[in-house]
């Protein structure tokens, strides 16, 4: 089990690095429950669907800023120091792909909730809880578990393609 935490996170090994490479940056949508880019989500479904976005679209600024834990955004506490190169590791997994919160629930800990969440490409799907913290100001995502996201870019249904069902 890879859970990728802001306290740790298995490096995925050089392949992955190269693969991610050429990484832009784009701005972040906004969607119900969010505020515009460079703000903090004030719902945990949005946080989640704004990193995993943020990702998804190679804004490696945007997914600092959503990632961390209840003593800020990886960004603002630059902790991890090497915080830039597990946003490249985790944009490597989630570069185009979609998500969709599905619903969220109070964790066993003041301040933090469990978001259930889909993460497809094309027609082929995977759910994953995500942990989201609360920080002054609104919720960004704490850990995930990368073998289960990882998943997503597996074949699901004999075409070659990515995703599992």
Known sequence: MSVVSFRSLVLAGASVLLAAGAVGCAGATSTAGTTTSGLIPSSPSAAVEEFIRAASDSNLARMSQLFGSDGGSAAVTNQPKDHGQRMIIMQAY???????????????????????????RGPCRVVVPVTVVQVRGG????????SEVAQVNTPCDGSGSGGNS
């Open 139 to 146: 919720w960004i995502v704490n850990a995930f578990d990368l």
């Open 94 to 120: 989630l570069g185009g792909v979609s998500v969709r919160a599905l619903g969220e629930v109070a964790s066993g800990d003041r301040g933090r909730r469990l978001v259930t969440t889909e993460i497809s």
